[in-house]
């Protein structure tokens, strides 16, 4: 493992909510953390992740398992296929989607609804997100 790399990687991050170190350098128009690195822009996460679980097939994506595209914590990363990285992102939309209409609902039928007014999790009340297995 290249520790002044990743070492310099991580002085470019904030701690975030469930464990993420959030990407606090320049990014993508789509908030994806990107560096200069031997003489190229690359992925900081997917540079992340190949300085701490090794070589990963370039036709290969990197999946964030926290689901924030600006967390390179490589513990969230996993390496998956393009298709599958696509497929989750939008299944995560969809319910994103879906929780936003319910709120919508919520807030013209029960405005005071406690729900409504916890904005924050904590870290008792987070869970590590599921392992995906990107052969499934």
Same mark, same amino acid.
């Given at each position: 493992?290249? =520790?002044?790399?990743?070492?310099?990687?991580?002085?470019?991050?904030?701690?975030?909510?469930?464990?993420?170190?959030?990407?606090?350098?320049?990014?993508?128009?789509?908030? /994806?953390? /990107?560096?200069?690195?031997?003489?190229?822009?690359?992925?900081? %996460?997917?540079?992340? /992740?190949?300085?701490?679980?090794?070589?990963?097939?370039?036709?290969? !994506?990197? %999946?964030?398992?926290?689901?924030?595209?600006?967390?390179?914590?490589? @513990? @969230?990363?996993?390496? +998956?296929?393009?298709?599958?990285?696509?497929?989750?992102?939008? &299944?995560?939309? &969809?319910?994103?989607?879906?929780? !936003?209409?319910? $709120?919508? !609902?919520?807030?013209?039928?029960?405005?005071?609804?406690?729900?409504?007014?916890?904005?924050?999790? +904590? $870290?008792?009340? =987070?869970?590590?997100?599921?392992?995906?297995?990107?052969?499934?």
């Amino acid at each position: 493992m290249n =520790f002044t790399v990743l070492e310099g990687l991580l002085t470019r991050t904030v701690p975030g909510p469930g464990g993420c170190l959030l990407w606090t350098g320049a990014r993508n128009t789509k908030g /994806y953390p /990107y560096v200069r690195h031997a003489g190229r822009m690359v992925g900081a %996460h997917r540079l992340a /992740y190949v300085l701490t679980r090794g070589d990963l097939d370039p036709a290969d !994506a990197v %999946h964030h398992r926290c689901g924030v595209p600006s967390c390179i914590n490589p @513990h @969230h990363l996993q390496a +998956s296929t393009h298709v599958h990285n696509a497929i989750d992102m939008h &299944a995560r939309r &969809a319910l994103e989607q879906r929780i !936003a209409d319910l $709120e919508r !609902a919520l807030r013209i039928h029960a405005p005071n609804h406690p729900l409504l007014h916890h904005t924050e999790i +904590s $870290e008792e009340e =987070f869970r590590e997100p599921d392992v995906i297995d990107p052969t499934d």
